[in-house]
């Protein structure tokens, strides 16, 4: 048997884990099982444990990933959105460019693993990493804009506030 390169095993990783995303936004965390992702994967149970161990790996996998496009997203939406005040933040970032970057289907998988995260510990240590890196990203921008004071990481919470509840009306399909 050959020996897999780097370049194979990252991408059999990312396609065992575009299909994981595609399961647990259309069936929920709970409701997909590893035989419905590794079908969709095309791949065995067996290929899918080789490469993340157990369900549980997986989720973490796919939480890291979501993470940094997170990070990403949210520095494309700065980019777009100067002057970066509050009420520039809400018109510019949430209401008009969010669904350039975020899909409703993931959307859906953001609130899948915000609503297990409560329960799991790994992966809620996961989510809190990248949603604390993106606090900081946003503060960072606040000040730059607007001068150190009065921005503060509260206001950088509300940002992200807004963005998080911009994704589940995504998820709903409320407009």
Known sequence: MPKLTQNRVERRRRQLLDAAAACFSSKGIHGATVPDISQRAQVSVGTLYRHFGSKERLIIAIAERICRQDALIVERLLA??????????????????????????????????????????????????????IIDKVEEALRAENGQNGTTATDARKVIGLVQGAILYRALGVS
């Open 80 to 133: 777009v959105a100067r002057p970066f005040d509050q009420r520039g933040a809400l018109d510019s970032i949430v209401l008009e460019r969010l669904e350039d970057f975020v899909s409703a289907k993931e959307a859906r998988l953001r609130i899948e693993l915000w609503a297990e995260a409560p329960l799991h510990p790994a992966l809620r240590a996961v989510l809190r990493q990248g949603l604390e890196n």
